[in-house]
């Protein structure tokens, strides 16, 4: 009885934990586009709830993940299912095209971020 309880407790300390730095992680990377794009930039709440995206800044729905073990694929689905779910009339009648992009940081390691190749193509192509 005793050990059922205490594994009972370790699972649910490691999904708070685990929880915990998913959200000190998305504040971490909205603070780092709110000061590159010099506007302020805020987690979404209740997304995990939602099951959204965790940041939108215009048109670029982003899904921040703070982790060790990668999951990228399951990620990028993830944040590809958002944009589906998501209207696509803004509130200017025009249609919005989502950007869908997924973000990860490992411990002591850069942010990194991935998106759909056309709009790196795209983005390079401007760039050249």
Same mark, same amino acid.
């Given at each position: 009885?005793?050990?059922?309880?205490?594994?009972?407790?370790?699972?649910?300390?490691?999904?708070?934990?685990?929880?915990?730095?998913?959200?000190?992680?998305?504040?971490?990377?909205?603070?780092?586009?709110?000061?590159?794009?010099?506007?302020?930039?805020?987690?979404?709440?209740?997304? %995990?709830?939602? !099951?959204? +995206?965790?940041i939108q800044v215009g048109?670029?729905?982003?899904? $921040?993940? /703070? =982790?060790?073990?990668?999951?990228?694929?399951?990620?990028?689905?993830?944040?590809?299912?958002?944009?589906?779910?998501? %209207?696509?009339? !803004?509130? +200017?009648?025009?249609?919005?095209?989502?950007?869908?992009?997924? $973000?990860? /940081? =490992?411990?002591?390691?850069?942010?990194?971020?991935?998106?759909?190749?056309?709009?790196?193509?795209?983005?390079?192509?401007?760039?050249?």
């Open positions: 009885m005793r050990l059922a309880c205490w594994t009972t407790y370790i699972e649910t300390m490691t999904g708070k934990t685990s929880r915990d730095k998913g959200a000190r992680g998305e504040r971490e990377f909205a603070e780092l586009l709110s000061n590159e794009l010099g506007q302020v930039v805020k987690r979404k709440l209740g997304q %995990a709830r939602d !099951g959204g +995206d965790d048109r670029y729905r982003i899904e $921040v993940k /703070r =982790r060790e073990k990668l999951a990228i694929e399951a990620w990028c689905k993830q944040v590809e299912a958002a944009c589906t779910v998501a %209207a696509d009339i !803004g509130e +200017d009648g025009q249609r919005t095209d989502w950007v869908p992009v997924v $973000v990860f /940081r =490992r411990n002591g390691e850069p942010w990194r971020a991935v998106v759909p190749a056309m709009w790196f193509i795209k983005a390079m192509r401007e760039d050249l």
